[in-house]
C-alpha cells in the first residue's frame, strides 16, 4: 500500500512537472502511457528486446561463473585477496560508458563486443559482493567442522556453501542490474538493440518515447529482480524470514 502510494505520489508530480515543461523537455504520465503501447506494437520492439536480453544473459552468466568463486576465494585466501582486491578496486570505479570506446576498437561491434561489456562490468559486482560475503562466515561455524576433522572440500560443501548461499543469490540481483545497464549503454554507442531504440528516442522532437523505454526498462529490471527474489525467498527461507521479507 505505501508503495502505490508512492508511486501515485511521483506520477502527479510528474504529470504537473511536465505540464510545466512542456513535452519537448519532459512528457507526461499521460502522454507516456500510449507511447509505450505504440512502442510494444512496433514490430521492430521485441526482435530489439530479444537481441539485447540473450546477448546480455551470456554476459550476466559467465560473470556469475567466473564472478562468484572468485569472490569466495577472495574472501578465504589472504594471497588470493591481495591480487584480485587492486584490480576489483579499480574496475568497480570504472563505468561502462568510460571502458566502450577502448573495447570497440579491440572487439569490433559484434557479440563479442557486448558480451564481453556486460562480463568486465558485472564481474566486479559479484566479486565485491561474494568476498564480503564470505569474509563474514561465521568463525564458529568452521571450527565446529575443524572440531569434527572436516577436510577442506567437506568444511566447503557443509558449511561454507549454505552459509553463503544466500548471499550468491544478492549477488545475483546485484550483477543483474549492472549487467543490463552495461548492455543498453554498449549498445547507445553503437545503435543496435534496445539501446539504439533509446539513442534513437532521444533525438526525436517529443520525450514521450525516450521516457516510454526508460519506463520499459525499469520494468524489466523490477521483474527479473522480483523473480530471482523469488528464488532466494524459496531456497533460501530462513534468510528471509531472518530479514523479515
Excluded at 139 to 165: E, G, I, T
Aim: charged residues 10%; positive net charge.
Amino acid at each position: 500500500m505505501t508503495n502505490m502510494l508512492g508511486i501515485l505520489l511521483l506520477l502527479v508530480l510528474w504529470q504537473i512537472a511536465g505540464m510545466g515543461f512542456g513535452e519537448a523537455l519532459l512528457a507526461t504520465p499521460l502522454q507516456v502511457a500510449p507511447a509505450i503501447i505504440g512502442l510494444l506494437t512496433e514490430p521492430d520492439f521485441w526482435p530489439a528486446i530479444g537481441f539485447t536480453l540473450w546477448q546480455m544473459f551470456i554476459g550476466y552468466v559467465l560473470a556469475m561463473v567466473v564472478g562468484v568463486p572468485l569472490g569466495i576465494a577472495m574472501g578465504r585466501s589472504r594471497m588470493v585477496y591481495s591480487v584480485v582486491k587492486p584490480w576489483a578496486s579499480m574496475f568497480i570505479v570504472v563505468s561502462a560508458a568510460a571502458i566502450v570506446p577502448l573495447f570497440i576498437i579491440i572487439l569490433g561491434r559484434g557479440v563479442t563486443f557486448l558480451v564481453s561489456i556486460v562480463f568486465v562490468v558485472t564481474l566486479w559486482y559479484v566479486v565485491i559482493s561474494m568476498t564480503e560475503a564470505a569474509r563474514n562466515v561465521s568463525p564458529k561455524l568452521v571450527n565446529v567442522a575443524l572440531s569434527f576433522a572436516a577436510s577442506p572440500l567437506q568444511r566447503f560443501r557443509y558449511v561454507l556453501l549454505p552459509a553463503l548461499h544466500p548471499f550468491i543469490l544478492i549477488a545475483a540481483r546485484v550483477g543483474l542490474v549492472h549487467s543490463l545497464r552495461a548492455m543498453v549503454t554498449a549498445e547507445m554507442f553503437i545503435s543496435v538493440g534496445f539501446g539504439g531504440m533509446l539513442n534513437d528516442a532521444g533525438l526525436d522532437i517529443s520525450t514521450a518515447n525516450l521516457f516510454g523505454l526508460i519506463v520499459i526498462l525499469m520494468a524489466i529490471s523490477m521483474c527479473a529482480t522480483l523473480i530471482l527474489r523469488a528464488v532466494a525467498d524459496r531456497s533460501a527461507p530462513w534468510y528471509a524470514s531472518r530479514l523479515g521479507e
